[in-house]
Structure formats: structure tokens, C-alpha cells
């Protein structure tokens, strides 16, 4: 039988499977997000921040079977089916062959490598926070390509095509999402 998994047992099943500090924070930035845009769509919150909190749970250990033991493990944990569909579709083209459908989905397949660049820039701003980043300056950024290279653009820009969104506001609620949790993740940085 399935079972609705609470966001303490989704995290500490995170935290069993990634002891790498950056990932977590990582994790956390992403559920802050997904939970933002749930909020922002009037769906399920709690639902959506679970999804986004344990999207990379076999990153640590299977890099190479990426979003695959990720499957496993929850099938293994009787996760929910819509639950495990949506963190495999965000690895989709990159190392999974489901395509995000439903809107929980894109909007993790798009924010996943957003959070990435916009924790970046973040930490090389003077007050090293996010706290008083702007979506022009992730604009700036986003046209360097050698900055936060490993970031895929494309994957972004398709992600928010296929939302029917503007890329200017996926970055501004992105933002949002990550500075409610700008402590957790470390990007308080010198800002108040």
C-alpha cells in the first residue's frame, strides 16, 4: 500500500542517502521553490515541497543511475506513483526518458538547474545573499556562459516555454522561493 511520506521522513530519507552538505542545501532550496509556486497555483504545498526536497536523492551515491535508484528507492519506500513520476521527469533528456506533463513536473524541471545558477550568483555578490538579488543580475549572469557553466540554460528556457511563462518571472518567483529559506541554504549572506 502507498503511503503519503511526511516532509520529516522524506528528509531524513534524504539525509540517509546525501551527506554532502551542498546537496542538501541544494535539496532545500529546491523544495522552498516548488512550495512558492504551489502556493503561487493553489496547489498542494506540502505535496509539491516533498517532491522538490528529495528530487536528487541518489545524486550522492548514483551519479551514474541518476533519477533511476531514485525510483528504486521509493518504489522500495511504497512512495506514491505520482510522487516518483514527477522527481524521474526532471532528469528528463538528461538521464530519464519521462517528459514532465503535469505542472508540478515542469515546474521542477525547470527550477532544478535555476536554483543552481541563482545560488551562484548569489554567493560571488559582495554580501554574499540572496537576500538582495535581482532578476537582472541573474539575467547578467545567465548570458556568461563559462559562469556556472555546468548549469543547462536550455533546460530552463524550455522548462518555462513549457509552463506558457515568461523566463523574467520563473527567475523573480525563484528568487522569492529561495529566500524564505536564505538561512538554510546559506545565502543570508551579510543582508538583514
Not at 5 to 31: C, G, M, Q, W
Not at 36 to 41: D, E, I, K, P, V
Request: glycine residues 6%; charged residues 30%; aromatic residues 8%.
Amino acid at each position: 500500500m502507498q503511503k503519503i511520506p511526511t516532509r520529516e521522513e522524506a528528509f531524513e530519507l534524504l539525509k540517509k542517502y546525501n551527506k554532502d552538505e551542498s546537496l542538501i542545501r541544494h535539496a532545500v532550496a529546491v523544495e522552498a521553490v516548488m512550495r512558492h509556486f504551489a502556493n503561487l497555483f493553489g496547489e498542494d504545498v506540502e505535496k509539491w515541497g516533498i517532491i522538490g526536497l528529495v528530487h536528487d536523492l541518489d545524486y550522492e551515491m548514483y551519479p551514474d543511475k541518476h533519477c533511476t535508484m531514485t525510483k528504486e528507492i521509493l518504489e522500495e519506500e511504497n512512495w506514491p506513483k505520482e510522487y516518483i513520476r514527477a522527481i524521474v521527469s526532471h532528469g528528463w533528456k538528461l538521464c530519464s526518458d519521462v517528459e514532465p506533463v503535469e505542472r508540478m513536473e515542469k515546474v521542477l524541471y525547470t527550477i532544478d538547474e535555476l536554483t543552481g545558477l541563482i545560488a551562484a550568483a548569489a554567493l560571488v555578490r559582495p554580501s554574499k545573499s540572496i537576500m538582495d538579488i535581482e532578476v537582472k543580475s541573474i539575467k547578467k549572469k545567465w548570458k556568461q556562459r563559462s559562469f556556472a557553466a555546468g548549469v543547462k540554460r536550455e533546460v530552463i528556457e524550455e522548462g518555462a516555454a513549457m509552463l506558457g511563462l515568461e523566463l523574467d518571472y520563473v527567475i523573480g518567483e525563484t528568487i522569492k522561493g529561495m529566500q524564505k529559506v536564505a538561512d538554510e541554504i546559506g545565502l543570508r549572506g551579510t543582508v538583514n
